[in-house]
């Protein structure tokens, strides 16, 4: 009976999960008008890392964030949020154990970069086009066991885009880049009279 009840909660955990990637994702493809703001990455960043702290502990996972090269961005700070957690936690789920997971930000002079790698398994070369495709996984045998949905890189993907970004894997496997531009003069001049948040 035990076992039975846990099968159950486990289940509803699933669904619950899918519930809530599948409504982010419905979101990030009919987007609604919303202004921008001026904000610093790492502050986001750090809040998903403590968010997500937890399951890295229950893996053995540890963190490296190498936020020093952070800048100014203009940009909605739930999609940011929703981009960085989707990277992060994939990167927990698919690691081996006492792995790490680290992200970097820096830029250039005329994109911003957030970059997620990990010490996990990695992406198989012929997985790797269809990656960010809807309820894609790459190892599906283990698919209930690690509680993925396919959906979390939709999602991020689906969020870069709305900002006028891409998001780009390695050809190895090992390393997502999220690659957003620095908006263009007078573009969205409401939210540059918005003040810097950090």
Same mark, same amino acid.
């Given at each position: 009976?035990?076992?039975?009840? %846990?099968?159950?909660?486990?289940?509803?955990?699933?669904?619950?999960?899918?519930?809530?990637?599948?409504?982010?994702?419905?979101?990030? !493809?009919?987007?609604?008008?919303?202004?921008?703001?001026?904000?610093?990455?790492?502050? /986001?960043?750090?809040?998903?890392?403590?968010?997500?702290?937890?399951?890295?502990?229950?893996?053995?996972? /540890?963190?490296?964030?190498?936020?020093?090269?952070?800048?100014?961005?203009?940009?909605? %700070?739930?999609?940011?949020?929703?981009?960085?957690?989707?990277?992060?936690? *994939?990167?927990?789920?698919? *690691?081996?154990? *006492?792995?790490?997971?680290?992200?970097?930000?820096?830029?250039?002079?005329?994109?911003?970069?957030?970059?997620?790698?990990?010490?996990?398994?990695?992406?198989?070369? !012929?997985?790797?086009?269809?990656?960010?495709?809807?309820?894609?996984?790459?190892?599906?045998?283990?698919?209930?066991?690690?509680?993925?949905?396919?959906?979390?890189?939709?999602?991020?993907?689906?969020? /870069?885009?709305?900002?006028?970004?891409?998001?780009?894997?390695?050809?190895?496997?090992?390393?997502?880049?999220?690659?957003?531009?620095?908006? !263009?003069?007078? !573009?969205?001049?409401?939210?540059?009279?918005?003040?810097?948040?950090?």
């Amino acid at each position: 009976v035990k076992e039975f009840v %846990e099968d159950i909660g486990n289940e509803a955990d699933r669904l619950n999960r899918m519930t809530a990637k599948l409504l982010s994702l419905t979101r990030a !493809e009919n987007p609604q008008p919303q202004e921008s703001e001026i904000i610093y990455m790492a502050p /986001t960043v750090q809040r998903v890392a403590k968010m997500l702290r937890t399951n890295a502990s229950w893996s053995g996972v /540890t963190f490296c964030l190498e936020l020093d090269e952070d800048t100014p961005v203009l940009i909605l %700070e739930d999609d940011l949020y929703q981009i960085v957690f989707n990277l992060m936690e *994939n990167g927990i789920k698919y *690691n081996n154990e *006492n792995g790490w997971v680290r992200v970097s930000l820096n830029a250039d002079h005329k994109y911003f970069y957030v970059t997620v790698a990990d010490s996990g398994i990695g992406i198989p070369e !012929e997985s790797i086009a269809h990656i960010f495709e809807r309820f894609y996984r790459v190892d599906k045998s283990h698919s209930r066991e690690i509680g993925g949905t396919g959906l979390g890189l939709a999602i991020a993907s689906s969020y /870069t885009a709305n900002m006028g970004g891409r998001m780009e894997l390695t050809a190895d496997g090992d390393l997502f880049k999220v690659i957003l531009r620095f908006p !263009e003069a007078g !573009e969205d001049s409401a939210a540059g009279e918005t003040a810097i948040k950090t």
